[in-house]
């Protein structure tokens, strides 16, 4: 087997994909069976500068050329060969945020990415000109938000885009976005793939009177559909990516995608009636629908797959950083303590997770909130992290551990709440993938509980997005005359795949209620804290 990846690799037959995380960029290189014989892997973290969340280019550029650098390593130190020549790649991002451009290229303001919370004044103007929920992590709500603020910068605004139409553009010279994360932009007309052109014209009209010297339909990506090429690696794209020059020019690119388009490629969830749910620094949860839903919510983005059919999307800002930070307490705690056992982060988080598998299903009067950012679901602008309790409350490990499991996916609970409730969307499957899933049985069992619906596993969930960036491109590369999305994933990717399904088990379901409804009734002390906390 490693002799046909070795020969696959000089030949040039495999394919890349790369994602940028939020705390983590990975690449994957996949062999003709598409699955994962190399990969890399580059950390980073956002920071927090003049209240924006964001990240440097330099960040940006550093950890591209790291990333692809360890993926470059593993395959030398594999095979014995070096990677000089792909078949395809793929470029993919957190979604959304806002990249703004002059006509020279030059980045305008730092980075805005989906953490911020910032727009909402603009999220609350646009909705009932469109009668469409904009989010205020889109990049139309920080562009018509930078209006409404008078930013200088906006006059000069030649284009604007995501973070991997900024890496496509840069390594392709192609200002192209895939449909789903073009989604994350602006809505999406899925009959045409393209931009809703009424509402183009809605937005034109609203700022008319602001004399900006471009329309926004020419300051805005192309939209392509899975499975269009969307450009070639550049001989300047090629430098930028593998500065040594052993990397080639020339290998097709597929449209960039958002980690929502890679999760539900990973989970094979884009036909209708199926759903996905990541869960990492942030959560989110999506489900393809059979037709538009009923109203406008505010706490439910209609966003596209990567072929553009229609989804109904909770997104939430706060998922993982909670737990990681209670998690590293104890960790610092259990070095202190002499003789103890060395355990590794892996085998920690397994430990604490189980526990919670010992705890009431109300979780006994103990009260989680995760919120690091803002969280525009429960309408916060801000996070201030929080643990509450009554003095009788069983203050157990246990409990104490469920309490926050709980918190994690607590917001996404209330969006769904709304989706499969109140909407009644229906949905056959929910795949779950992202690192509260890591543990086995722990999370799938308290999502299931969430959601009151199966959550299934798969044993590719692990592979994430960049795996999910990298079936893409080969979709593109490889796909035959005709041969849709979901049919290349159930024939060609995941026949034969196994994974795990947990069912809800009704007491967690009644525990999960109850715990949901004290809540939303202690907001208020949450709010009270963004407050009294400055």
């Excluded at 390593?73 to 991002?93: C, I």
């Excluded at 969430?450 to 997005?465: F, H, I, L, R, W």
Aim: proline share 5%; charged share 20%.
């Amino acid at each position: 087997m490693s002799e046909e990846i070795r020969k696959a690799i000089q030949e040039g037959q495999t394919v890349l994909g790369l994602e940028f995380g939020s705390t983590r960029i990975k690449a994957v290189l996949v062999d003709g069976s598409h699955q994962p014989i190399a990969q890399g892997n580059w950390d980073w973290e956002n920071r927090l500068e003049d209240n924006i969340w964001t990240y440097s280019l330099e960040d940006v550029w550093e950890g591209l050329r790291g990333c692809y650098r360890d993926l470059a390593q593993d395959v030398e130190a594999r095979y014995g060969v070096p990677l000089t020549r792909l078949a395809a790649l793929g470029f993919s991002g957190m979604m959304h945020g806002y990249m703004p451009f002059d006509g020279a290229g030059k980045l305008l303001v730092p980075f805005r990415t989906w953490r911020n919370t910032m727009t909402e004044e603009a999220c609350k103007k646009l909705l009932p000109v469109f009668d469409f929920n904009i989010p205020q992590r889109w990049s139309i709500a920080h562009l018509y938000q930078a209006i409404l603020s008078g930013e200088g910068h906006v006059k000069d605004v030649a284009f604007f885009t995501t973070l991997a139409g900024y890496i496509h553009w840069q390594l392709s010279g192609e200002k192209v976005l895939g449909v789903g994360e073009a989604s994350g932009m602006f809505p999406i007309d899925s009959e045409t793939c393209d931009f809703d052109a009424r509402m183009i014209e809605q937005f034109d009209e609203l700022v008319a009177d602001r004399n900006l010297g471009w329309k926004l339909r020419d300051i805005m990506p192309k939209v392509l559909c899975a499975g269009q090429t969307a450009g070639w690696l550049t001989e300047e794209g090629a430098k930028l990516l593998d500065p040594t020059g052993a990397l080639q020019p020339g290998a097709p690119m597929c449209p960039p995608e958002g980690d929502a388009g890679t999760g539900m490629t990973a989970t094979n969830s884009v036909r209708k009636r199926t759903g996905n749910i990541s869960a990492g620094t942030s959560i989110f949860s999506m489900v393809v629908t059979e037709k538009p839903l009923a109203k406008v919510h505010e706490e439910i983005d209609m966003v596209t797959t990567p072929d553009g059919s229609p989804v109904a999307m909770v997104h939430c800002n706060n998922c993982t950083s909670d737990l990681n930070a209670w998690v590293n307490l104890f960790e610092a705690f259990m070095g202190r303590l002499p003789g103890a056992a060395k355990l590794d982060r892996n085998e920690l988080y397994g430990l604490l997770y189980r526990e919670a598998l010992e705890a009431d299903a109300d979780c006994g009067g103990l009260m989680a909130y995760n919120y690091f950012s803002g969280e525009p679901v429960t309408g916060l602008n801000e996070g201030r992290p929080m643990f509450v309790r009554t003095p009788d409350a069983k203050f157990t490990l246990a409990n104490f551990m469920r309490s926050h499991l709980y918190s994690a996916m607590a917001a996404l609970k209330i969006g769904n709440d709304i989706l499969l409730k109140e909407e009644q969307v229906k949905v056959d499957s929910l795949t779950g993938h992202g690192g509260l899933f890591k543990t086995p049985v722990v999370g799938q069992r308290l999502m299931a509980a969430a959601m009151n619906a199966p959550v299934t596993v798969m044993d590719t969930a692990s592979e994430g997005g960049a795996w999910g960036m990298a079936v893409l491109a080969a979709y593109m590369y490889e796909k035959e005359e005709g041969e849709t999305l979901p049919d290349y994933l159930s024939g060609k990717i995941f026949a034969g795949q196994t994974g795990t399904t947990i069912a809800p088990v009704q007491e967690d379901v009644a525990g999960f209620d109850a715990f949901i409804e004290k809540y939303k009734s202690t907001l208020p002390a949450e709010k009270a804290a963004v407050e009294g906390l400055k």
